[in-house]
């Protein structure tokens, strides 16, 4: 019987890498290429290890790690996380929900040493380490131009969850990728209660149409820049305003904002 794996990263060639050393080993693999679609792999599941990238778009690896056990109830297989700029993750190793760290290098050097970690785990599954530890290819340490990255990232999130205005932002299939706290309470959800579920099933029935005409007249290339519309969400009148915008990184994304959440 095949041992399962799910494997979750952005960058492709190390899926396959990853994915090829697990199926020499005898595993079925999984894969996913960010972390919303890692999120619809766990429907695979239950699986006997899981890797996550830490750094990714649209949903990433600390809330794949956090999702995945509320999925399996906490009764999860070992959860590995896997980072270029694991060594800059130090201080928050705790939080990030994992039971395993990888620190990325050279290839030639991580794929002996993730054959000899994967055969740790298969000795003694369901025993994750006592102490959090970094397996390192290598020439690995911390990079002035990752904590650079990693600071701006936590400043803009900072800024959005402490915006006086409730933001969900929606993926090009119409699934819920991030939310900060003022639209959270405005739902009465919590985040991994609404990551990667669509966003019509937020809405009341009879508002659901409105939302579905804003979505698409914003996210036609010649759309209008946004749309507005009243709607009761968790026994509160909101106005709800829809609006698109498109990155290199993650496509075309909605963003709706809803007015009043605070209020």
């Not at 995945?68 to 928050?92: K, Q």
């Not at 909101?238 to 915008?245: D, H, I, K, T």
Request: proline share 5%; hydrophobic share 45%.
């Amino acid at each position: 019987m095949y041992r399962k794996a799910l494997v979750v990263d952005s960058d492709f060639f190390f899926v396959e890498f990853l994915s090829r050393l697990l199926e020499e080993r005898g595993y079925l693999v999984h894969k996913a290429y960010d972390g919303k679609q890692g999120i619809a792999g766990l429907d695979a599941g239950p699986f006997d290890i899981m890797f996550a990238d830490l750094v990714m778009p649209k949903v990433n690896g600390r809330q794949f790690f956090h999702a995945a056990r509320r999925r399996f109830n906490g009764r999860c297989c070992p959860l590995v996380a896997l980072s270029g700029t694991m060594i800059e993750h130090m201080d928050a190793l705790d939080e990030i929900g994992a039971d395993y760290f990888i620190a990325k290098g050279p290839i030639q050097k991580l794929s002996g040493q993730l054959n000899d970690f994967i055969a740790g785990i298969e000795e003694r599954p369901g025993l994750p380490p006592a102490e959090k530890k970094i397996l390192q290819p290598g020439g690995v340490f911390p990079r002035r131009d990752a904590m650079e990255l990693l600071v701006s990232l936590g400043f803009q999130q900072a800024v959005v969850e402490r915006l006086g205005v409730g933001v969900v932002i929606v993926d090009q299939d119409t699934r819920i990728i991030h939310a900060n706290c003022a639209a959270l309470g405005a739902l009465g959800k919590t985040l991994l209660e609404v990551l990667n579920i669509p966003i019509l099933t937020l809405f009341p029935p009879g508002r659901s149409s409105q939302l579905i005409d804003a979505l698409k007249e914003t996210g036609r290339e010649a759309g209008v820049p946004h749309r507005a519309f009243m709607a009761s969400l968790n026994g509160r009148m909101l106005r709800v305003v829809v609006s698109a915008l498109k990155t290199a990184t993650t496509g075309r994304v909605w963003l709706v904002a809803l007015e009043g959440a605070l209020g």
